[in-house]
Every structure is written in structure tokens, then in C-alpha cells.
């Protein structure tokens, strides 16, 4: 089995946490309805193993609190999306070990960071700012659901579902697209890179 070396890793790591706040300050300042705050996160569990994709979430996430692009207990969330991947990539190595992971993976992990941050990326959201309709902060989405629905807590999270879907899904194509260049390139033998 052939595995990427230390400096790979680690320079993929920066690369990565580049990309991931990148991605995140790119939504912020042109209002895209998505967070693009772990674009690259999936890609670093994929190729690099679970301490790496932590340390990747950890990071990222830090980084993006200095420039106040995020709240750091969403740390949680970052860190979820890293080892849900990696656990379903581990998953896929276990079944086919000898094959570079499948785009049809990426996608699952990509599902399964969607459900688990929307189930507590809505519970943060629920603690810091108690689902106030008024919240100067509310995204257009949300007022949209309320108007509709007249329950800001339905309207938050259904947003907070469907957003969070939307994100990892665009974010696990771009982490198998990452993946592919970097560490799947025609090898020897396949497999687990870390």
C-alpha cells in the first residue's frame, strides 16, 4: 500500500484550511445562501485520515473566528463533517481495499457531515440566538419560511436542513475533485493514503 507522505499531508492541510476560509469569507461577502466554511475538510479525511481532518476543522475554524467570519462553538460542526467523512471512507476501505475511494462515497459523506450539522449547527443557532425573528441577521430564506409558516423555530431549522444539504453536497464534489488530483492519481495498489 502506498501512503502520502508527511510533508504531502501537511501541505495538503494548509491548502485545505486556505480553501476552506476562502470558501467561507467568498459566501460572506457575496451573500451566497451557503457556508463553504469545510470545502475542502472532506478531501483532508479522504487523504490524509482523521487527526489531519480535525486538525483541519480545529484550524480552519479558528482562523475564521479571528476574522469574525463565524462563531467558534460551530467548531462542532466543522469537527463532525471531518470524522463522519472520514468514518464513511474508512467504511468504503474496509469493503474495497484496493480502490481509490468513489465519488458515489464522497457524496455519502457528504450527506451524512448535511444531517449531522444541520441537527447541531440548528441547536447552536437555537443557544446564541434564541430563534428571534427580529435577529438583524436573518437570512432572507428564514423570513421567507416565517412569513409562510408564522414559527421561526420550523422556518430556521428546515433552512438550516436544506442549506447545510446543499453545502456539504457541493463541498464533497469539490473534496472528490481535490481528492483525485492529489492522492488518487493512477497508484499503485490503491487504497488508504494515510
Known amino acids: 500500500m502506498r501512503k502520502a507522505s508527511r510533508l504531502k499531508k501537511i501541505l495538503f492541510l494548509i491548502f485545505a484550511m486556505a480553501g476552506n476560509v476562502a470558501g467561507c469569507l467568498f459566501v460572506e461577502r457575496f451573500s451566497v445562501p451557503l457556508y463553504m466554511d469545510s470545502v475542502l475538510t472532506i478531501a483532508v479525511a479522504a487523504g490524509c485520515g482523521p487527526v489531519f481532518a480535525v486538525a483541519c476543522a480545529v484550524l480552519s475554524q479558528v482562523v475564521m473566528f479571528l476574522l469574525k467570519a463565524t462563531a467558534m462553538p460551530f467548531v462542532i460542526c466543522h469537527i463532525l463533517t471531518a470524522l463522519l467523512a472520514w468514518l464513511a471512507f474508512r467504511h468504503y476501505e474496509k469493503a474495497f481495499p484496493r480502490e ?11 450527506l451524512w457531515s448535511a444531517l449531522s450539522n444541520a441537527a447541531v449547527g440548528n441547536i447552536i443557532v437555537s443557544a446564541l440566538f434564541s430563534f428571534r425573528s427580529d435577529w438583524t441577521n436573518t437570512s432572507p430564506a428564514v423570513q421567507g419560511l416565517y412569513i409562510a409558516t408564522k414559527n421561526i423555530v420550523l422556518a430556521s431549522y428546515f433552512q438550516g436542513i436544506l442549506m447545510n444539504l446543499a453545502d456539504k453536497l457541493l463541498s464533497a464534489i469539490v473534496s472528490y475533485g481535490a481528492y483525485r488530483i492529489v492522492f488518487a492519481r493512477k497508484t499503485m495498489g490503491g487504497g488508504r493514503r494515510y
Open 100 to 110: 481509490p475511494i468513489s465519488a458515489e462515497t464522497f457524496m455519502w459523506a457528504g
